[in-house]
């Protein structure tokens, strides 16, 4: 019978290896800096080359330990030579966030094909070919791992007033790829979970109400809330006393979803 401390929680993930999707802006900026923090080294990646290199620097100025690369999540050599690159400099990779996304932001009939391939691809292929790309070094070395999906609540619920039809679509896969990789993987012990954001205030959001207004105000709290508020969950995902939780999708909506 294993012994258990009181209470089985730790946000220490020294010795871990972290990659994060999107860390230019937003809730993988964010979510980097909270995981070097709790010491992981930290794969930093994005589009943003400038963008990069100066939340390296933060990073480290804190005492953190990063590397920095420029993926794009619609091209498949670009995110398997950059997790070769970086395990050669940090090690094997045990935590993956699945951040990176974008909006569509048009009537699905007046989408192009150049529009609708980059929002698949960023939202849905992309993380889908990083997945099995760092599950299969994992099983092949026999190592445990922690992969977050970022999803979000348009996964569950949209209007017809909103532009965010494809949008929706790849969040719902992201739900489902979630569920199903979990399965595949848990033999391996590689937990595989997801969390469904509202509307935080990030680069995305402030997008959105520069278009079409501030519409918080049809929320129950009338607010948008801050990356900050979701470091606990993040942090309870990756650390090892969620072992027993795996295909789990958490929504953080404030509220948002029950109008």
């Known amino acids: ?68 690369f420029v993926m794009d999540m619609t091209d498949r050599e670009s995110i398997r030579s950059v997790v070769s690159a970086a395990e050669e400099k940090l090690g094997t990779i045990t935590i993956l966030v699945n ?16 529009l609708i391939d980059s929002v698949i691809g960023t939202n849905l292929s992309g993380p889908y070919i990083l997945s099995c790309e760092i599950a ?22 949209i209007n017809g007033q909103s532009s965010a039809s ?12 979630t569920e199903a990789l979990a399965l595949e993987w848990a033999k391996f012990n590689i937990n595989v979970n997801c969390i469904a954001p509202g509307a935080f205030s ?11 207004g501030d519409f918080s105000s049809s929320f129950p709290r009338k607010r948008f809330w801050q990356p900050e508020q979701m470091d606990s969950t993040l942090l309870f995902l990756v650390s090892p006393s969620s072992e027993c939780v795996t295909g789990t999708v958490i929504k953080i909506d404030d509220g948002q979803n029950h109008r």
């Not at 190592?143 to 979000?152: K, L, M, P, T």
């Not at 494809?166 to 790829?177: D, E, F, H, N, P």
């Open 1 to 68: 019978m294993q012994n258990f401390n009181i209470p089985n929680f730790s946000i220490d993930l020294a010795g871990d290896v972290a990659l994060v999707t999107g860390t230019t802006s937003g809730l993988g900026h964010r979510f980097a800096k909270v995981l070097a923090k709790c010491g992981a080294a930290v794969i930093l990646t994005g589009r943003r080359e400038d963008k990069l290199n100066s939340l390296a620097e933060e990073i480290r100025s804190d005492g953190g330990v990063c590397e920095a």
């Open 99 to 114: 951040n990176a996304g974008i909006p569509d932001a048009q009537r699905a009939i007046k989408m192009s094909d150049e």
């Open 136 to 157: 299969r070094r994992l099983i092949n070395q026999k190592r445990s791992g922690r992969i977050v999906n970022i999803s979000s609540i348009a996964a569950f619920d």
């Open 166 to 177: 494809l949008y929706s679509v790849t969040k719902a896969g992201i739900v489902r790829m």
């Open 202 to 212: 990030t680069e995305m959001i402030d997008g959105m109400v520069d278009r079409i």
